[in-house]
């Protein structure tokens, strides 16, 4: 298995300019999120999925969207870039058994944004 | 979820155990204990988790107090790969969610 993976590792952006995270897992893992984390703190949850059509949005969700057309994937869609993205963003997913029980969470490499 | 306490740094000898506090004096009873740990700006790695038993795996050990309000996260052996950001996350069996604060920065010696 390759796990969660995410494409690009690194990438440049000016502002105004969109562009979309990509996100797969080859776990057949129902739920899936994003996150980013800004320099010297911890992560925050950006949006998250737990199935195939169904997102909803966590704590820094503004301008970022999101959609779940399969399993597999989970791109992140910047819609106008501002410096305020520039951060380190992951991708996690994790089996979802329901509300009494908890699977670990698997996370992506990252993707390293700078937004000029 | 319930607020959760770390100290910012702490240092550890190689081949020693490390103990990583965390003090979660407002957790609810439903909350579980969650650690996860982040290598070198690499994505968060998964460690262990406990609702009042001790629990223990293949990387580490869980102590929670009895009256919840604090754990203990112990590498029994570390080593220079266990440099790393540890994270005492509380969330409760609801959610999938998982809010990270700031973390121990562990740092292993040679």
């Known amino acids: 298995n390759a796990g969660v993976t995410q494409t690009p590792k690194f990438q440049v952006l000016k502002t105004g300019q969109s562009m979309t995270l990509q996100c797969a897992q080859d776990?057949?893992?129902?739920?899936m999120s994003w996150y980013r984390q800004d320099p010297g703190m911890g992560l925050r949850l950006i949006h998250y999925?737990?199935?195939?059509?169904?997102?909803d949005q966590g704590e820094v969700p503004n301008g970022y969207n999101v959609s779940r057309s399969t399993t597999e994937d989970f791109p992140l869609r910047l819609l106008s870039a501002a410096p305020s993205q520039t951060s380190v963003y992951f991708c996690?997913?994790?089996?979802?058994?329901?509300?009494?029980?908890?699977?670990?969470?698997?996370f992506g490499p990252g993707t390293r944004l700078t937004v000029l | 979820d319930a607020k959760t306490t770390q100290p910012p740094s702490m240092d550890c000898a190689e081949g020693r155990a490390a103990n990583l506090p965390c003090n979660h004096s407002?957790?609810?009873?439903?909350?579980?204990v969650y650690w996860y740990r982040q290598i070198h700006s690499q994505g968060p790695q998964y460690i262990i988790h406990?609702?009042?038993n001790n629990e223990t795996n293949e990387m580490a050990s869980l102590i929670i107090t009895e009256d919840r309000k604090s754990s203990t996260l112990i590498l029994p052996h570390a080593t220079l790969r266990d440099t790393a950001v540890y994270y005492c996350?509380?969330?409760?069996?609801?959610?999938?969610?998982?809010?990270f604060g700031k973390g121990t920065k562990l740092s292993v010696i040679p």
């Open positions: 996690a997913s994790s089996k979802y058994s329901g509300v009494r029980s908890y699977n670990e969470q698997f």
């Open positions: 776990m057949n893992h129902e739920y």
């Open positions: 999925s737990v199935g195939a059509g169904i997102t």
């Open positions: 407002t957790i609810s009873g439903n909350e579980y």
């Open positions: 406990g609702l009042k």
């Open positions: 996350i509380v969330k409760g069996a609801g959610s999938y969610q998982l809010t």
